[in-house]
């Protein structure tokens, strides 16, 4: 997918949330069908080689994004989406020179990812207690993948810009013990998304805290077998 230049799609934007924000029924028949364009806009953007044209077009559909959520707050769908490009987004252009805005869109895919789990699959992750956690996740079954997996990955890229913080870091074993999950139910998803995720997980993490780079090169592997090399950041990590 290529982009032209960001301002005629900036007046797109500002064009559809004109619609969203007339008569309440017209916002859902409006978000239906714009939500499976957005699901396809993400997954083209994570096959798109030319980086500035991502950089330059996909803050608009960051804007939509939030616009339709706002439309329809439950529509899991759309979260799933919106979490998915702030997190990308971030962690593609934002982490390094730009700390600040890339906590706050880890920050938001962090919200609209938990959101979905909750709607999904089930409620107070942050807040039950571990055996309660642990109990939850174990009824799941592989329906609820996605909304484990995106809920964990933008959990833990939050968690990874946190770290100086105590409460940020006590949150870290849910987050483990979710992509776990994940890799019970279905390690292949999202081209071995989760082997990539424990991957960067045994990486970065020093000895003493459970890191260990022969598991983690293990994961790595396993996730460039399970994703046919279609995407590429699993050999780049």
Request: charge should be positive; hydrophobic fraction near 45%.
């Amino acid at each position: 997918m290529t982009f032209v230049s960001t301002k005629p799609w900036f007046i797109l934007i500002i064009l559809i949330l004109s619609v969203l924000a007339s008569c309440y029924p017209s916002k859902k028949l409006t978000v239906i069908p714009t939500a499976a364009l957005l699901e396809d806009v993400v997954k083209a953007s994570s096959r798109q080689s030319d980086l500035k044209t991502i950089r330059d077009g996909m803050p608009a559909y960051l804007m939509l994004m939030d616009g339709m959520i706002e439309a329809w707050p439950e529509n899991e769908r759309i979260l799933l989406a919106a979490a998915q490009a702030n997190s990308a987004y971030a962690s593609a252009f934002l982490a390094g020179d730009e700390k600040a805005y890339a906590l706050e869109l880890y920050g938001k895919a962090m919200r609209y990812a938990l959101k979905a789990f909750e709607l999904n699959a089930f409620r107070n992750p942050k807040t039950s207690s571990f055996e309660e956690f642990e109990k939850e996740l174990s009824r799941l079954d592989k329906k609820h993948v996605p909304y484990v997996f995106w809920a964990a990955a933008c959990w833990g890229n939050w968690i990874g810009l946190n770290l100086n913080s105590m409460e940020a870091q006590a949150q870290l074993p849910r987050v483990e013990m979710m992509m776990k999950r994940v890799l019970v139910l279905d390690e292949s998803y999202h081209y071995g998304g989760p082997h990539l995720f424990m991957g960067i997980w045994f990486a970065s993490r020093p000895k003493i805290a459970g890191g260990n780079l022969d598991t983690a090169r293990q994961h790595f592997l396993k996730a460039i077998e399970l994703g046919q090399k279609k995407f590429l950041m699993a050999k780049i990590y």
